[in-house]
């Protein structure tokens, strides 16, 4: 009995070890498309990754962002409200940390989106990143057409947001912070309210920066 | 009989051990205090330690600190000090929303389902750490604040 024990702790053991790759690349996350197209006159099916969608938001300046706003970096997205008395606090926590800790690297952005464009005025979202105490090339806070954020968070971030009045605060909504790539690719989900969680978001964001370096 | 007599009373000591072992550092516990009182008063900050962190240190933070420009610390608080009666209301019914206050204010949220316990066990835990020495404030306590609030 005791050997069988023995023989499956070291399966797990081996099961464990395997598990463990310590330059393995962040996969891209979604459902790849599959698409028809024409090379060199014949047509042949392609596969293309999940991308972030189009999108066009205000900032706490009243500047139009759009995803050419990005280009050229990797940036962490989330969805949060201002009065939000739940896991938005907590989140703004650990938000600043990674806005702390890439403060002066210039390929890596934040962009929040609120879920409660109707309170969170463009106003509104500058009084906060004010008190925050953080600046707008850095951290953007977007508000916008509900519909868009909300339809934008669940198709291409895959986190929900939504009004729900039972919900504190009228909102339910993931903690997720979303890892992008310079491609518009998801490459890592992480629950914003968790450190241990984003340490892990903080060292992805290196390994992804690396992987433009190479 | 005495058997069950015994373990009610090993229960009640193991109790009383552990409460004694977890009170809070951070806490000020007054020396004039008779035993009964002493009690009394480790409880209610015990309990309101546990409260504020379920309840509250989202924003203010397990030590107080508060959390950047955006909710206020509690460590040497001025409205616990000198208005603790606002600090209850506050508790129950969250920021006062004037009319014409603009959207620009971050709000603490109303807690009305806190009893007036809780709200006394946690107004004796912040405020009486981290440097805050209000002392011991009880049910009826709380209960008169309340009866001050305007409602909104």
């Not at chain 1, 962002?65 to 409200?81: G, R």
């Not at chain 2, 035993?35 to 924003?59: H, M, R, T």
């Not at chain 2, 604040?145 to 305007?150: A, E, K, M, N, Q």
């Amino acid at each position: 009995m005791k050997g069988y024990i023995l023989i499956g702790c070291l399966f797990f053991f081996i099961g464990a070890c395997k598990e463990i790759k310590p330059n393995f690349e962040l996969p891209i996350l979604g459902r790849t498309k599959i698409i028809n197209i024409e090379v060199n006159g014949v047509l042949t099916k392609d596969t293309i990754s999940h991308r972030i969608a189009d999108f066009t938001f205000v900032n706490q300046d009243g500047a139009i962002v759009t995803n050419s706003s990005f280009k050229n970096k990797i940036y962490v997205a989330d969805f949060f409200f201002i009065n939000c008395p739940s896991i938005c606090p907590e989140m703004s926590k650990q938000m600043y940390r990674i806005y702390e800790k890439f403060l002066e690297n210039e390929h890596v952005s934040l962009l929040s989106h609120t879920i409660d464009p109707e309170y969170d005025t463009v106003a509104a979202l500058a009084n906060y990143a004010r008190l925050l105490g953080v600046n707008s090339e850095k951290w953007q806070f977007v508000t916008g057409d509900k519909e868009q954020i909300y339809n934008i968070g669940e198709t291409s971030y895959m986190v929900v947001a939504n009004e729900d009045k039972n919900a504190p605060g009228g909102f339910i909504h993931s903690g997720a912070f979303l890892l992008i790539d310079k491609e518009r690719q998801v490459r890592g989900v992480y629950d914003g309210t968790v450190t241990s969680q984003v340490d892990l978001l903080i060292k992805d964001i290196n390994k992804l920066l690396m992987s433009y370096e190479q | 009989m005495n058997n069950n007599y015994f373990s009610l009373f090993s229960i009640c000591f193991l109790m009383l051990g552990c409460n004694s072992h977890q009170k809070p550092a951070e806490s000020y516990f007054p020396e004039n205090f008779d035993d009964v009182s002493q009690i009394k008063y480790a409880q209610y900050i015990i309990q309101g330690k546990i409260l504020y962190n379920a309840n509250c240190s989202n924003c203010h933070q397990h030590s107080g600190q508060g959390f950047r420009n955006l909710y206020p610390a509690l460590i040497m608080s001025t409205t616990l000090t000198n208005d603790i009666g606002s600090a209850a209301c506050l508790i129950k019914y969250g920021t006062k929303k004037s009319k014409k206050a603009s959207n620009l204010n971050i709000l603490m949220p109303a807690q009305t389902e806190l009893s007036n316990l809780e709200i006394a066990e946690i107004l004796t835990y912040i405020g009486n750490s981290w440097g805050n020495q209000k002392g011991f404030i009880s049910v009826n306590n709380v209960a008169k604040y309340l009866v001050d609030c305007t409602p909104h």
